[in-house]
């Protein structure tokens, strides 16, 4: 007998499809929610405001949406081992955090810590590469890095809650606490 799976072919198809097809923002936009699609979308404008760079801001939003949808896909095949169910937990929990500590920093003036906020990111970025980097390509974990490369850097940060160092970011930034805000009321984070 031969060691194949049906189950194990039909994920790997999974996996490369979800690579094509969530390229697209229109299409992957449809099969996310409306919350977490205007998150995503004002995510994106606060990214763009950043880079300056429509290519780049695109890539990072592709890249997060990406690997949202294929920790989605694993969780659903059930791929994760008990440890890594456990890991994931924990990333949620971080996210949870770091969601919440966004927040707070942009609602409370002076309380901003970009060492803390840093810190929780970074966190976050070694979990959510340990947790994939068994199931999913270099590749995968390289779109982490993107991610994170850009979203935990001091001057992006900086960017947002340093009063009046950009006030167009920082009025982006009132939009993406509304979105997260309802992200975390609906239980999404």
Do not use: W
Not at 62 to 68: D, F, L, Q, T
Not at 128 to 134: M, P, Q
Not at 148 to 170: I, Q
Request: hydrophobic letters at 40%; aromatic letters at 8%; proline letters at 1%.
């Amino acid at each position: 007998m031969t060691d194949f799976k049906a189950s194990v072919v039909a994920f790997e198809v999974q996996k490369n499809f979800a690579n094509k097809f969530f390229s697209n923002k229109a299409v992957a936009k449809s099969l996310i929610d409306d919350t977490s699609g205007n998150l995503l979308d004002n995510l994106y404008k606060l990214l763009y405001v950043f880079t300056k760079n429509k290519k780049d801001s695109e890539k990072t939003t592709r890249n997060i949406i990406k690997i949202a949808i294929k920790i989605g896909m694993l969780q659903r095949g059930d791929k994760f081992s008990r440890e890594e169910k456990a890991n994931l937990v924990q990333i949620q929990k971080n996210l949870r955090t770091v969601a919440m500590t966004l927040i707070s920093f942009y609602q409370v003036d002076h309380t901003y810590d970009r060492n803390f906020v840093i810190k929780y990111l970074t966190e976050l970025e070694t979990l959510l590469k340990n947790l994939i980097s068994n199931h999913l390509t270099d590749k995968s974990v390289g779109r982490v890095e993107q991610i994170f490369g850009v979203v935990k850097t001091p001057e992006f940060l900086d960017s947002v809650y340093v009063p009046k160092k950009n006030s167009e970011m920082r009025e982006i930034m009132g939009t993406v606490v509304s979105d997260l805000n309802c992200c975390l009321e609906a239980g999404i984070l």
